[in-house]
């Protein structure tokens, strides 16, 4: 798989990240299904996608915890480097400097590692803008990890946009991480990406898939983004997909091509949990998708996304 540059950060990437939040989650230590979890792990680890995207509370710990004990059984066969995020206290919500710091031992504990290239400030969600960049807050607990030498590079990593926004603004970070906010439904990442771009920052556009409707087709009738998905919206898709059978693709495959063919976005992050799940993302990449398709998508006019500013989270 190629390798792009990640911003000015000096670290590459390629053009897929594997994300992991539903790895391991449900699973039991010493279990049968942690065991199955492990395996795909391995896979993941081992195969031609250079990143993996975790988290400190994907599944409760479990992402990392399965990712961990994968490590430690691939050893040197491993190709692929982890990027992980802090995340608030499960219990209080707290989200200062002095959580910052233990988040990130506890996900080092977990996966057996001494650091990691890309560590990301997650869903900042319980604190106000003010309180995580003020002196002593969260952001200047990643500044000193940055400068310190324990990661390469800072990240911010969550959903609406207009806080995102926030913390690209501030100069502080390296990388931006936004989801379900890029794809043939929602475009509402545009602006954001393309202030991250003009400060030299990294781009990863997650859930090219919406979360669930554009990787099922509109018969589905999954969610979009965590949220239900409407009527009107679930027609769009259907009408969509007649676009993309017209062009001998599938729904699928242009919503993960939208996304890596932006000069916006650097790596294009897909949840993969299963072997099976990372062979059909391998023939989704290979495909072929004409460059007549997009206009004739664009025809249809803009999709009625169900998300607005905030909603998730």
């Not at 449900?26 to 279990?31: D, N, Q, V």
């Not at 000069?263 to 799940?277: F, H, K, N, Q, Y």
């Not at 990449?285 to 169900?306: I, K």
Request: proline share 6%; with cysteine; net charge negative.
């Amino acid at each position: 798989m190629r390798q792009t540059s990640l911003g000015s950060t000096g670290l590459t990437v390629g053009p897929l990240t594997l994300g992991t939040s539903a790895l391991g989650r449900g699973t039991t230590p010493g279990s049968p299904e942690e065991a199955e979890a492990v395996a795909a792990a391995e896979a993941l680890l081992t195969g031609p996608v250079p990143l993996i995207d975790t988290s400190n509370n994907y599944g409760d710990g479990r992402s990392e915890a399965v990712l961990g004990l994968a490590l430690a059984a691939v050893g040197s066969r491993a190709t692929a480097a982890i990027a992980t995020k802090v995340d608030r206290d499960p219990q209080t919500g707290a989200f200062d400097r002095d959580r910052v710091l233990r988040s990130y031992d506890e996900s080092l504990d977990r996966l057996g590692l001494d650091r990691v290239g890309i560590l990301h400030f997650h869903d900042p969600y319980s604190v106000t803008f003010a309180e995580a960049t003020a002196p002593g807050g969260a952001v200047s607990a990643l500044v000193e990890l940055r400068d310190a030498g324990a990661v390469d590079a800072i990240g911010i990593a969550a959903g609406p946009i207009p806080m995102m926004t926030q913390y690209v603004e501030t100069g502080l970070f390296d990388v931006v991480l936004s989801h379900n906010r890029y794809t043939l439904v929602d475009r509402t990442a545009e602006p954001l990406f393309a202030a991250a771009r003009r400060r030299g920052m990294g781009v990863f556009n997650a859930a090219p898939f919406g979360a669930g409707i554009l990787a099922k087709g509109s018969a589905s009738r999954a969610s979009y983004g965590y949220t239900e998905a409407s009527p009107q919206l679930i027609e769009w898709i259907a009408r969509a997909e007649q676009v993309c059978a017209d062009h001998g693709v599938t729904l699928a495959a242009a919503a993960l091509h939208f996304s890596l063919r932006s000069e916006l976005v650097d790596s294009t992050i897909v949840g993969i949990a299963s072997v099976p799940r990372l062979e059909q993302l391998r023939h989704l990449h290979a495909a072929a998708v004409p460059e007549e398709l997009w206009p004739d998508l664009e025809a249809l006019g803009p999709a009625p996304s169900p998300l607005t500013d905030g909603a998730d989270g």
